[in-house]
């Protein structure tokens, strides 16, 4: 045997991932051109708010599978949009700045520098030219301009609004930050204020936000949560006359079951309306403004998550029931919210349970007005027919809402009426580090816009960035920057020192990586009509409402105002589940590293002392111990692999638990596939130009893949084609020597997921631009078409049996298993077999005579 110095090239993730990484860099393999003749394709992540913890292996999962779209999609030749920014702006990073005594600023930028060398170590295809953070003055200058178009179309107001005001802080919090009377963050009391505050009138869009849900390729989940955020109520306005007291007051209510008015007993207002004052008499007084005081503080959320209310308290008034023409009490209760409907309700014992817990309470009368429950037990809520009702009696509940609905629109004591839950949006924060509002307040009280040419109103430099003691926002410190002159009229202003709320910067900032260094528009809008919309948006769960309705609203009001071409932006939203990881606790409640945990008898213990530890799958955090970071994985694994792994976890959609361990075979994979080009064995190198044919079986199954990984790319079911190209690789490597095209079409199909390796191959076959521009591998439809065939099976010329075999099986496995079907047995009993005829693939046919053999 010729002995050759043979040294196969070995698999080290360590010297390729930075090569590739740089090469693309230099080379701008993913910079994107405005190439006309390509149909466009825009994949988004949600941006990352760059904390000071840096990245876990958690973040990083979406990242990894809009990248592999993006580079999948560049191969199909897509003009492909692949952007990434930073969500700046915030409270965490104010905090830290406080913490560290360093400015937000400052912050800001160390963190973004962890996010991204981080990301860049993981070999995600993102075009970095257009990189930008919501804390740029380039960037926030147009955030600006969309609040003063917002303005302009009095969408952004100020109102007197009561907030969860943190004093501690010095800052109202927004309701998702609050959670039984404290901040969640770090635990500081809140309580209810009233201030002025600056509000967007997101309800103005509540039912086309609504509506157009039904035109968004989005998760079922998020779309129903987006309507039940909505909520949209059909029902009722009914007037109630109130008795005696001014001649014409009138107390409104919403009501979605107008039908029950007949049984309408009781009337109640929130502590909140403004009508209390008036309604509550002498005698009731005292006790009233007691209850009132004591239930201003109580949370919103906690008086709509009680669903048995027993507080409340008689105002002394009474008002006309329109249907029955009876006087009923009216009370106040915090049970009812001043923020929905008109924040005063009738109220029907027998069939709502509310009322019902209520009444019970307070011995107010129920009266039964729909058929079908048993009152003496609760609150019948069921359909039925009406029942002590006068016009209504006999009516179901459908014909006598419409019924009573046309009565009162007829005798002018109420109308049809839609409802929303939606409340508009509190806009201003009393922080520092965000956009400032670009308004100035004259000395009248009035306001007026900072002129668009005056844009950005630059955040002022402050040392001190806290509340002043007064409780002033942190911006009235900066007192140069504050006090200025109106420009038009040069009489002195005053700028506004309120904040925008984090939000704000994400609102639109997929409309700016379109066009990110524009400094005469915030986008060109021709480039807007060629990207818009984004194609495939991914993200977390966690945004399902704000975020996602936050930015719809803004970009309908953009369409409304001409400047965006789609009513909504995001086509096609996926979120991907999360990642967690086991974590341990002792009786102390103190949480310990994995390292420091072991298993015995079935049962975690600290590995020092023996004692017994908690150990739960939770969600990754700094706190819990249990962070595992991209870098380390990297570190050890390769960047391929940490991205094939977090890929082959399960379904991309679903939460699935970090086990290190399990990566190794991800790394054996890569391994394989990385022998196929470069065999440890000689004999089985391939070289280049050196082909044969295929063995059919192997050629069909690598159409097979072909077809598969393309599928399941396409629904972003990325671990069955992890699988798909693991079951490939290892057939393949049974081939007593794997030809260049077939390596060439593996390492196209590897390269969406693990990039560097697949690059590194591909070079070494010879190709010369990137495999990001290679094209996409087609499958041969012939070549997949059943993977089964029917042969029958005759006896001396006669049909006895049809078999069903794996197309590809050679001639003796195609006799055996027609000597195995069970009729073609039974009529080769007592026979002595003479000969086989075989028609490739067509037919067997035993010709046999009846003797017995001697
Ligand atoms: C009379 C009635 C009779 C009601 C009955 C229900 C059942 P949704 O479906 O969530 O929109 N309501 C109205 N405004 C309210 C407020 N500000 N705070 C608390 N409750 C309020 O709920 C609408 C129903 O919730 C309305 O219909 C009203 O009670 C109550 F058999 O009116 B109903």
């Given at each position: 045997?010729?002995?050759?110095?043979?040294?196969?090239?070995?698999?080290?993730?360590?010297?390729?991932?930075?090569?590739?990484?740089?090469?693309?860099?230099?080379?701008?393999?993913?910079?994107?051109?405005?190439?006309?003749?390509?149909?466009?394709?825009?994949?988004?992540?949600?941006?990352?708010?760059?904390?000071?913890?840096?990245?876990?292996?958690?973040?990083?999962?979406?990242?990894?599978?809009?990248?592999?779209?993006?580079?999948?999609?560049?191969?199909?030749?897509?003009?492909?949009?692949?952007?990434?920014?930073?969500?700046?702006?915030?409270?965490?990073?104010?905090?830290?700045?406080?913490?560290?005594?360093?400015?937000?600023?400052?912050?800001?930028?160390?963190?973004?520098?962890?996010?991204?060398?981080?990301?860049?170590?993981?070999?995600?295809?993102?075009?970095?030219?257009?990189?930008?953070?919501?804390?740029?003055?380039?960037?926030?200058?147009?955030?600006?301009?969309?609040?003063?178009?917002?303005?302009?179309?009095?969408?952004?107001?100020?109102?007197?609004?009561?907030?969860?005001?943190?004093?501690?802080?010095?800052?109202?919090?927004?309701?998702?930050?609050?959670?039984?009377?404290?901040?969640?963050?770090?635990?500081?009391?809140?309580?209810?204020?009233?201030?002025?505050?600056?509000?967007?009138?997101?309800?103005?869009?509540?039912?086309?936000?609504?509506?157009?849900?039904?035109?968004?390729?989005?998760?079922?989940?998020?779309?129903?949560?987006?309507?039940?955020?909505?909520?949209?109520?059909?029902?009722?306005?009914?007037?109630?006359?109130?008795?005696?007291?001014?001649?014409?007051?009138?107390?409104?209510?919403?009501?979605?079951?107008?039908?029950?008015?007949?049984?309408?007993?009781?009337?109640?207002?929130?502590?909140?309306?403004?009508?209390?004052?008036?309604?509550?008499?002498?005698?009731?007084?005292?006790?009233?403004?007691?209850?009132?005081?004591?239930?201003?503080?109580?949370?919103?959320?906690?008086?709509?998550?009680?669903?048995?209310?027993?507080?409340?308290?008689?105002?002394?008034?009474?008002?006309?029931?329109?249907?029955?023409?009876?006087?009923?009490?009216?009370?106040?209760?915090?049970?009812?919210?001043?923020?929905?409907?008109?924040?005063?309700?009738?109220?029907?014992?027998?069939?709502?349970?509310?009322?019902?817990?209520?009444?019970?309470?307070?011995?107010?009368?129920?009266?039964?007005?729909?058929?079908?429950?048993?009152?003496?037990?609760?609150?019948?809520?069921?359909?039925?027919?009406?029942?002590?009702?006068?016009?209504?009696?006999?009516?179901?509940?459908?014909?006598?809402?419409?019924?009573?609905?046309?009565?009162?629109?007829?005798?002018?004591?109420?109308?049809?009426?839609?409802?929303?839950?939606?409340?508009?949006?509190?806009?201003?924060?009393?922080?520092?580090?965000?956009?400032?509002?670009?308004?100035?307040?004259?000395?009248?009280?009035?306001?007026?816009?900072?002129?668009?040419?005056?844009?950005?109103?630059?955040?002022?430099?402050?040392?001190?960035?806290?509340?002043?003691?007064?409780?002033?926002?942190?911006?009235?410190?900066?007192?140069?920057?504050?006090?200025?002159?109106?420009?038009?009229?040069?009489?002195?202003?005053?700028?506004?020192?309120?904040?925008?709320?984090?939000?704000?910067?994400?609102?639109?900032?997929?409309?700016?990586?379109?066009?990110?260094?524009?400094?005469?528009?915030?986008?060109?809008?021709?480039?807007?009509?060629?990207?818009?919309?984004?194609?495939?948006?991914?993200?977390?769960?966690?945004?399902?409402?704000?975020?996602?309705?936050?930015?719809?609203?803004?970009?309908?009001?953009?369409?409304?105002?001409?400047?965006?071409?789609?009513?909504?932006?995001?086509?096609?939203?996926?979120?991907?589940?999360?990642?967690?990881?086991r974590s341990f606790?002792?009786?102390?409640?103190?949480y310990h590293y994995p390292e420091e945990a072991?298993?015995?008898?079935?049962?975690?213990?600290l590995r020092?002392?023996?004692?017994?530890l908690?150990?739960?799958?939770?969600?990754?955090?700094?706190?819990r111990y249990n962070v595992v970071?991209?870098?380390?994985?990297?570190?050890?694994?390769?960047?391929?692999?940490?991205?094939?792994?977090?890929?082959?976890?399960?379904?991309?959609?679903?939460?699935?638990?970090?086990?290190?361990?399990?990566?190794?075979?991800?790394?054996?994979?890569?391994?394989?596939?990385?022998?196929?080009?470069?065999?440890?064995?000689?004999?089985?190198?391939?070289?280049?130009?050196?082909?044969?044919?295929?063995?059919?079986?192997?050629?069909?199954?690598?159409?097979?893949?072909?077809?598969?990984?393309?599928?399941?790319?396409?629904?972003?079911?990325?671990?069955?084609?992890?699988?798909?190209?693991?079951?490939?690789?290892?057939?393949?490597?049974?081939?007593?020597?794997?030809?260049?095209?077939?390596?060439?079409?593996?390492?196209?199909?590897?390269?969406?997921?693990?990039?560097?390796?697949?690059?590194?191959?591909?070079?070494?076959?010879?190709?010369?631009?990137?495999?990001?521009?290679?094209?996409?591998?087609?499958?041969?439809?012939?070549?997949?078409?059943?993977?089964?065939?029917?042969?029958?099976?005759?006896?001396?010329?006669?049909?006895?049996?049809?078999?069903?075999?794996?197309?590809?099986?050679?001639?003796?496995?195609?006799?055996?298993?027609?000597?195995?079907?069970?009729?073609?047995?039974?009529?080769?009993?007592?026979?002595?077999?003479?000969?086989?005829?075989?028609?490739?693939?067509?037919?067997?046919?035993?010709?046999?005579?009846?003797?017995?053999?001697?």
């Amino acid at each position: 045997m010729p002995t050759r110095p043979y040294n196969p090239k070995r698999y080290n993730p360590k010297e390729i991932e930075p090569k590739w990484q740089r090469r693309w860099e230099e080379n701008e393999t993913f910079t994107t051109k405005e190439d006309a003749d390509k149909p466009k394709y825009y994949v988004l992540d949600m941006f990352p708010y760059p904390s000071g913890q840096g990245l876990h292996v958690g973040h990083p999962k979406g990242y990894v599978a809009s990248d592999i779209v993006a580079r999948y999609k560049r191969m199909r030749g897509y003009n492909v949009l692949h952007p990434m920014g930073w969500d700046a702006f915030g409270l965490p990073t104010e905090r830290q700045a406080a913490k560290e005594g360093r400015h937000p600023a400052e912050i800001t930028e160390r963190n973004i520098g962890v996010f991204r060398r981080q990301l860049k170590m993981i070999g995600l295809s993102y075009d970095w030219e257009r990189e930008f953070s919501t804390t740029d003055p380039d960037y926030y200058r147009w955030t600006q301009w969309i609040f003063l178009k917002l303005y302009e179309r009095g969408l952004a107001y100020q109102a007197e609004v009561a907030v969860n005001w943190c004093p501690a802080l010095g800052t109202v919090l927004a309701n998702e930050e609050v959670k039984d009377g404290v901040y969640v963050e770090t635990g500081d009391p809140v309580e209810k204020r009233l201030m002025r505050q600056w509000m967007l009138k997101i309800t103005a869009y509540a039912e086309r936000l609504l509506e157009d849900l039904d035109s968004l390729d989005w998760p079922q989940s998020v779309k129903e949560m987006q309507r039940n955020w909505i909520g949209r109520s059909e029902g009722a306005l009914v007037s109630f006359e109130v008795k005696g007291g001014d001649k014409g007051a009138s107390l409104d209510v919403f009501t979605t079951r107008p039908d029950t008015l007949f049984g309408g007993t009781y009337c109640v207002l929130a502590p909140e309306h403004p009508m209390t004052t008036k309604l509550i008499t002498d005698e009731h007084r005292a006790e009233a403004e007691q209850y009132i005081e004591i239930a201003s503080n109580r949370l919103e959320r906690e008086r709509l998550a009680d669903t048995d209310p027993k507080t409340g308290v008689f105002t002394g008034s009474y008002a006309i029931n329109p249907a029955t023409g009876e006087a009923v009490q009216i009370w106040i209760a915090d049970y009812v919210l001043m923020g929905y409907g008109t924040g005063a309700i009738f109220a029907c014992p027998a069939h709502d349970e509310r009322d019902y817990a209520f009444a019970k309470a307070f011995d107010l009368p129920i009266v039964e007005v729909v058929s079908g429950g048993d009152i003496s037990n609760g609150a019948y809520t069921g359909d039925g027919l009406h029942v002590n009702s006068g016009f209504l009696d006999g009516l179901d509940t459908d014909r006598a809402k419409a019924k009573i609905i046309e009565w009162l629109e007829e005798n002018g004591r109420g109308e049809a009426r839609i409802s929303y839950r939606l409340r508009n949006w509190l806009f201003s924060r009393q922080r520092y580090w965000g956009e400032p509002i670009p308004i100035l307040h004259l000395e009248d009280g009035s306001t007026v816009p900072v002129p668009e040419e005056e844009l950005p109103v630059l955040l002022p430099h402050l040392a001190d960035i806290s509340p002043t003691k007064a409780g002033e926002p942190p911006l009235s410190r900066a007192t140069e920057w504050l006090n200025t002159k109106e420009p038009k009229s040069g009489a002195p202003a005053r700028r506004e020192t309120n904040t925008m709320p984090q939000w704000a910067g994400s609102c639109w900032y997929y409309l700016r990586f379109i066009d990110p260094k524009n400094d005469k528009e915030p986008w060109n809008t021709g480039l807007e009509k060629k990207w818009m919309p984004v194609d495939l948006y991914i993200g977390g769960t966690e945004h399902a409402t704000l975020h996602l309705l936050y930015a719809r609203f803004w970009h309908k009001v953009l369409y409304d105002a001409g400047l965006v071409s789609t009513p909504e932006p995001f086509q096609k939203l996926f979120n991907q589940g999360m990642i967690q990881a086991r974590s341990f606790k002792d009786k102390m409640g103190k949480y310990h590293y994995p390292e420091e945990a072991e298993e015995a008898d079935g049962k975690w213990v600290l590995r020092a002392t023996g004692e017994e530890l908690e150990s739960r799958i939770e969600k990754m955090s700094k706190s819990r111990y249990n962070v595992v970071t991209p870098d380390e994985v990297i570190e050890h694994y390769g960047a391929d692999c940490l991205r094939l792994y977090e890929m082959f976890m399960g379904p991309l959609e679903d939460d699935a638990v970090w086990q290190t361990e399990n990566i190794a075979g991800i790394r054996r994979f890569l391994e394989r596939a990385w022998r196929l080009l470069f065999p440890e064995d000689p004999e089985k190198a391939c070289k280049k130009g050196e082909e044969y044919e295929l063995p059919e079986a192997f050629a069909r199954l690598l159409h097979k893949t072909i077809k598969k990984v393309t599928e399941d790319i396409d629904r972003l079911q990325m671990n069955t084609a992890i699988s798909a190209l693991m079951i490939a690789v290892n057939e393949a490597t049974k081939l007593p020597r794997v030809p260049y095209t077939v390596i060439s079409t593996m390492a196209r199909l590897l390269s969406p997921f693990a990039p560097h390796i697949a690059e590194e191959m591909w070079e070494t076959l010879g190709g010369e631009d990137s495999i990001a521009n290679a094209p996409w591998p087609e499958f041969d439809p012939g070549k997949i078409v059943d993977d089964v065939m029917k042969i029958p099976v005759q006896i001396n010329g006669k049909l006895r049996g049809v078999i069903e075999v794996e197309r590809g099986l050679g001639e003796e496995e195609i006799k055996n298993a027609a000597l195995k079907d069970d009729r073609v047995l039974q009529h080769l009993q007592g026979a002595v077999l003479r000969k086989v005829i075989y028609v490739p693939n067509k037919l067997v046919n035993f010709v046999v005579s009846k003797q017995k053999q001697a």
